[in-house]
């Protein structure tokens, strides 16, 4: 089934361990993206490609780092995590060009808790 | 800053009923809207979107409405069903094309009691 994969579906982390968060995506999606949803904040924009080997800053991009080596994949790492990066992280695809209104295909999302 | 606001939290309306989702925005560059739609431990799915060149997009049981003057959308579901009861994401876009970077409001959960 095409969509997008996330790894892990969950993660206890201690505080400034590294990590890493894995997202894949089988539709050949040129943009892709990473959110974190936080209660009463709503999903906040961390970092985003809109082609392989481009990468930009999102709202929320302190303490995050993304690497776009090919079209399918977006890993996040979290260099040394701290307890205000709990949260679920929502990887998410778009096709690109001219396409603002078809929306994002999201993951199943990644739970998160640095303790 | 929050430039893209659900002032809701929550919603809950009678089966067979209209939910009317509402969401206020700041930047009058925005251009392109959307609603999304997210159950417990699913991530969001898309619902349906609308451009500022038009004010109203129908698809099925769901409208959106678009006030560019007030900066205010909504999303009108009728009639409202059990399987609707999610927490809807409105989300709005200021980018050029190329971009695609939308910023979204906090949720409001809807609760459609049977």
């Known amino acids: 089934i095409a969509g997008i994969t996330q790894a892990p579906t969950s993660q206890i982390l201690a505080a400034g361990r590294r990590m890493t968060l894995r997202c894949t995506q089988d539709m050949r999606h040129n943009a892709m993206y990473w959110y974190r949803q936080d209660l009463g904040l709503g999903l906040r924009l961390i970092h985003y490609s809109n082609t392989a080997g481009t990468t930009g800053k999102g709202e929320v991009p302190d303490g995050y780092s993304v690497s776009r080596a090919n079209t399918d994949d977006f890993p996040l790492t979290l260099a040394s995590a701290v307890p205000s990066q709990t949260s679920v992280y929502f990887c998410?695809?778009?096709?690109?060009?001219?396409?603002?209104?078809?929306?994002?295909?999201f993951g199943s999302g990644t739970r998160l808790t640095v303790v | 800053d929050q430039q893209v606001k659900q002032n809701s939290p929550s919603l809950s309306v009678q089966e067979g009923r209209i939910s009317i989702l509402n969401c206020d925005y700041t930047n009058s560059m925005f251009d392109y809207f959307l609603w999304y739609k997210k159950y417990p431990a699913e991530g969001p799915t898309f619902l349906i979107s609308i451009s500022s060149i038009k004010d109203k997009n129908e698809d099925g049981r769901f409208t959106v409405f678009l006030n560019k003057s007030a900066k205010h959308l909504s999303l009108h579901i009728v009639p409202s069903q059990p399987g609707d009861s999610a927490v809807y994401f409105c989300?709005?876009?200021?980018?050029?094309?190329?971009?695609?970077?939308?910023?979204f409001g906090t949720g409001t959960r809807l609760k459609v009691l049977a």
């Open positions: 989300a709005a876009s200021r980018e050029p094309a190329g971009t695609y970077k939308y910023i």
């Open positions: 998410a695809s778009s096709e690109g060009p001219g396409n603002f209104l078809s929306g994002y295909t």
